[in-house]
Each structure stands twice: as structure tokens, then as C-alpha cells.
């Protein structure tokens, strides 16, 4: 499967591939599997858990500025647009504020009866999309799951941490927006992270649940 990668806040794609969780990830789910890392476009500071290991006159990169109900719109005219030039894509593979963008993409369509442009979501640490409705009006609202439901029907993992110290609330957030049939979720032991070599079953168990997501969208295709 062709995947589509959105980092997280305050890093950049070159550093995302980098990182030891991402790696032992795609190492552990074999070679099927093609990813392509697409870069946010707005200067930020580093974020926590690149800023020890990266250079200090690196660029580190936000896909929108989240004070701007503007500049989130940009981001998702600027991540169709890239979806319909370097496509099509199986899978969206996105990280913290990467997957509140790619899930915030799959709302838009969905609220408007469009083509999904993608057949599963991979959420790492993933927080609840905004209202592209509430966006058109200048204006942030996040969804809900228990004021919205389930507004995405297509297989999903969601991965995160049951000590992450940013938003702890974000995963489950996230997950409660998906479909429970299509839905598979695993809560490691960690922080704002992806589960690597270190921890050995918690990398396994990911693996697991993303490949569980993959065989439901191969069978529902």
C-alpha cells in the first residue's frame, strides 16, 4: 500500500523518517508498503522530542497556524492539492497535528458525500479534527464524539500514549469520531511518541493493530 505521511508539529519530513519509532515501524510491516512524507510549510520552533537530537539551525515546520481558521483552510487546499498531483494514495500515516489535519481532510468530504481520498487512517497520538463547516466561518470548533458521533467510515488504528504530557485526552477524542466496527485501537505505556525498538511489545502490538487495519480495507475494497 502507498501511504501518505503528515508529521507532527515542529519537525519536518526529513527528521520524521528518522526517528526510531517511525523506522522500526515500517521495517516491522514490511516491504509492501510505500510512504511519502509531506512536509509542512510554516516556520515553528522544534519540537520536544526532535529538538535533542537535531541540529540547532534546523527548520521545523507546522502544516497550519492553529490561532487561523485561514491558514488550516490553506493547509487542507494545499493537501488536496497534493493528493491529486502525487496520488492516489491507500493509507494516510499521520502523527499529533498531522492526523488533526488528515482527519479534518476526511471530515470536509465526508460531510459533503465526497470520495474519501483514502481507504484506511493510521492515527498516531492523533487529536479531534475541526469542523470544516465552523473553518468556512472563520472559526475554530473541534469535534466531539459524543455531540457528533461517528463521522468517519473507513478502517482506522489509532496508537497513543496513556502518559502523553501535551493533550491526553486527544487520542481517544479522535477515536470516538471513528467507526467502532472499523476501529482498532492500542494504548501504550509511553508519552507523545511512537512505540520503537526500546519496547519491543509495545512496537509489536502496533504493528498489530495497523495491519489489522489493512487487512479490513483490503477486504472491504
Known sequence: MRFLCLHGKGTNSRLTT?????AALRYRLGNDHTYDFVEG???????????TF????????????????ASCRQALEDLEAYIKS????DGLMAFSIGAVLG?????????????LPFRLA??????????????????????????????LDLPTAHVWGKNDPRIPSWGPQL?????????????????????????KL????????????????????
Open 122 to 151: 493510521v492515527f498516531f497520538c492523533g487529536g479531534a479534527p475541526g469542523d470544516p463547516s465552523a473553518l468556512n466561518e472563520d472559526r475554530f470548533r473541534f469535534l466531539d464524539g459524543a455531540f457528533d458521533g461517528e463521522v
Open 18 to 22: 528518522m526517528l526510531s519509532g517511525v
Open 54 to 69: 537535531s541540529s540547532s539551525n534546523g527548520e521545523f515546520f507546522a502544516y497550519f497556524d492553529d490561532a487561523s481558521p
Open 202 to 221: 509495545s512496537l509489536e502490538r502496533t504493528v498489530q493493530c495497523i495491519q489489522r487495519t489493512i487487512d479490513r480495507a483490503i477486504t472491504s475494497h
Open 103 to 115: 482527519a479534518t481532510l476526511l471530515v470536509q468530504k465526508a460531510q459533503t458525500n465526497a470520495a
Open 86 to 89: 502525487a496520488g492516489p494514495f
Open 41 to 51: 510549510s510554516i516556520p515553528c520552533d522544534a519540537a520536544l522530542e526532535v529538538a
Open 175 to 199: 477515536a470516538k469520531l471513528c467507526s467502532s466496527q472499523l476501529a482498532t485501537t492500542f494504548v501504550h505505556e509511553r508519552g507523545h511518541d511512537i512505540p520503537s525498538w526500546h519496547d
